[in-house]
């Protein structure tokens, strides 16, 4: 029995451990390079702050669809919120709006 509590404490902190290690980061930056792949696109930013580029997945169809409408394109400047662990993008907007 205390071996079983035992082990469901250890999968528990390893668990809170995993959950602690990804960040979200928030940034505004002007979009480099756009590369679409099927159901996913890779951008390219260029940090506003800190003039470094960062590589965001993008999976989410809506904006997908402005990729390919022309909505969104290179140069333009974006709001961007993404995990910092596997950069998968939870919000991608046009700071002008869109």
């Known amino acids: 029995m205390r071996k079983a509590i035992a082990a ?6 390893l668990s809170i451990g995993t959950i602690a290690g ?9 979009v480099q390079k756009i590369e679409m792949q ?9 940090d506003t702050k800190s003039d470094k580029e960062v590589k965001v997945t ?9 990729f390919k409408d022309k909505r969104i394109v290179e140069g333009d400047e974006v709001r961007v919120k993404f995990d910092d662990g596997d950069g998968v993008v939870t919000i991608f907007r046009k700071t002008a709006g869109c």
């Open 8 to 13: 469901a404490a250890a999968v528990i902190m």
């Open 22 to 30: 990804a960040a979200e980061v928030k940034m505004v930056g002007t």
């Open 38 to 46: 099927g159901g996913t696109a890779t951008v390219i930013l260029k």
């Open 58 to 66: 993008v999976k989410d169809d809506l904006t997908l669809d402005k």
